[in-house]
């Protein structure tokens, strides 16, 4: 079974950094994308970064140049190194994998088949 443990999160002041991990489980994740959305209570989960199976990246525009994902296939993890925090960026944090095979990255939820709890990141002015 396919599970997906954060962690990383926690309270940053604005302009500072933070790093968040994801470790999956239960499989081989090299041929997948990987993705990190954000949710706040009352709006939608919103993308924010992903990346695919052979590296490509893709980021949502609030992001780009202040967070960067990454991956380690050998270690089935995949990581969020956001730096340049504002207070908007408060927020739960999930990774996700999309299970279909060497898929094109994708910036919808509804494609991606496995989630984790998620992990708090707060960001005070």
């Known amino acids: 079974q396919v599970q997906l443990v954060e962690s990383g999160g926690g309270l940053v002041q604005t302009g500072g950094s933070r790093k968040l991990s994801c470790g999956a489980s239960?499989?081989?994740?090299?041929?997948?994308?990987m993705a990190w959305f954000r949710q706040v209570p009352g709006k939608e989960r919103e993308f924010v970064a992903g990346?695919?199976?052979?590296?490509?990246?893709r980021y949502a525009d609030s992001v780009k140049g202040r967070f960067s994902i990454s991956r380690d296939n050998a270690k089935n993890s995949v990581y969020l190194q956001m730096s340049s925090l504002e207070p908007e960026d408060t927020a739960h944090y999930h990774c996700a994998v999309d299970v279909d095979y060497r898929s094109v990255l994708h910036t919808l939820s509804e494609r991606y088949d496995y989630w984790g709890q998620g992990t708090p990141v707060t960001v005070s002015p």
């Open positions: 990346i695919a199976w052979n590296g490509g990246t």
């Open positions: 239960g499989g081989t994740f090299r041929n997948y994308a």
